[in-house]
């Protein structure tokens, strides 16, 4: 495995080199998205899909500069590139050209025969730099409503891979539903229980804000703590940077990030308190109900689509950010207090997740080397 910067290759020719015979007589496909874990778990899961049925083909993933990205990617087992890309500013057309020569050199240097793009801002210079140089592009579109990321992509695709059918009216669009990692429905709930702490001598509740965490979501917990712990334990990833409760407090279990820990937290869980992006699949896989808590402002109100499709399967239902603190309890203590609705809102949430969706992309893909 090799982790590099661009700058760090330019420094040392000689690993490149030895590298590049190494892989020469493998194609290489290039995974592209980051920014959040939401654009790089689906696609671990599409690689590893892809090395059960093309043993042959060798993954690289391009990700954000940010150190969970590329810590994420390198748990995985994969070879990874951090890369610059800028988000929107005043100074977006400047830094843009720049990255935008940046991956011309990547992809020239990398050769690789096809590009998977899950989105976000580091997708759309690659993607670009792909299409002048005819390197095929396969798009996954996780969300129900597409961001303008995505959106421009789209264009430049050969196919296009779809979480939500309907989220992109193309003829080259295929529904495949969301992939996600095989070890999210292996959770062990002692070894939850354990990690955490916790007895579950009361139904457990876990806060999900995605990768980066929900200070909105962290706080109105922190001020409530004391009427939710009365009908539940929690479990609460809080993301970097974003914890709102100090001190050790009996029934409560906090910390910013979980990894390896992560399927058997949730497998430890009786409901879930969760932003609707990419966590959705993962709720979906293991059957997990959930009140969903879209985040306000997201590119295109994704999240708010997102959960308004989860609850009309039944497993969710949505609160209002704007109704988080005076509702919260109330919603809480609502199901926890149900044990028989939580079970059919399990039941329910689970129509929203394909379990051969990481097989079906990497279908596609291999059908497009082909």
């Not at 890309?85 to 050209?97: C, D, I, Q």
């Not at 759309?124 to 969300?143: F, G, N, Q, T």
């Not at 979501?217 to 993301?239: P, Q």
């Not at 044990?339 to 992309?361: C, K, T």
Request: charged share 20%.
């Amino acid at each position: 495995m090799c982790i590099a910067t661009l700058e760090e290759a330019d420094n040392h020719p000689a690993e490149c080199a030895i590298r590049d015979t190494v892989y020469l007589s493998m194609p290489t496909v290039l995974f592209v998205g980051g920014g959040s874990l939401g654009h790089i778990a689906p696609s671990v899961a599409v690689a590893r899909a892809l090395g059960e049925c093309s043993p042959d083909i060798h993954p690289l993933f391009v990700v954000s500069t940010r150190p969970e990205d590329r810590t994420f990617v390198e748990q995985a087992g994969y070879r990874v590139i951090a890369f610059d890309a800028p988000r929107l500013s005043w100074r977006f057309p400047w830094k843009f050209l720049r990255a935008l020569r940046a991956a011309r050199r990547l992809l020239l240097q990398e050769r690789p025969a096809l590009i998977f793009s899950k989105g976000g801002f580091v997708s759309v210079p690659i993607c670009l730099a792909a299409k002048r140089l005819h390197i095929p592009i396969i798009l996954h579109e996780s969300d129900a409503v597409s961001g303008w990321a995505n959106w421009l992509i789209s264009r430049w695709a050969l196919k296009i891979c779809l979480g939500f059918e309907g989220s992109m009216r193309s003829i080259k669009a295929v529904t495949t539903g969301t992939p996600v990692r095989a070890d999210i429905v292996q959770g062990s709930r002692q070894r939850g229980l354990s990690i955490a702490g916790l007895s579950r001598m009361r139904p457990i509740l876990i806060v999900l804000g995605g990768s980066q965490g929900a200070l909105a979501i962290n706080r109105a917990v922190a001020t409530h703590l004391s009427d939710l712990l009365e009908c539940c334990e929690i479990i609460h990833l809080t993301g970097k940077g974003k914890g709102t409760v100090i001190g050790s407090i009996p029934g409560y279990w906090q910390c910013e990030f979980a990894a390896e820990e992560y399927p058997h937290l949730l497998a430890a869980a009786d409901l879930a308190l969760s932003r609707s992006g990419s966590t959705l699949g993962e709720l979906a896989a293991i059957g997990l109900p959930a009140i969903l808590v879209p985040l306000d402002g997201a590119a295109h109100d994704h999240q708010r689509r997102n959960a308004e499709v989860a609850v009309r399967t039944g497993g969710c239902i949505l609160l209002d950010q704007r109704h988080l603190s005076s509702a919260l309890v109330s919603s809480v203590r609502h199901l926890i207090e149900a044990p028989e609705s939580r079970r059919v809102m399990g039941n329910a949430i689970r129509a929203l997740h394909r379990p051969d969706a990481a097989r079906q992309i990497a279908g596609v893909i291999a059908q497009t080397l082909a």
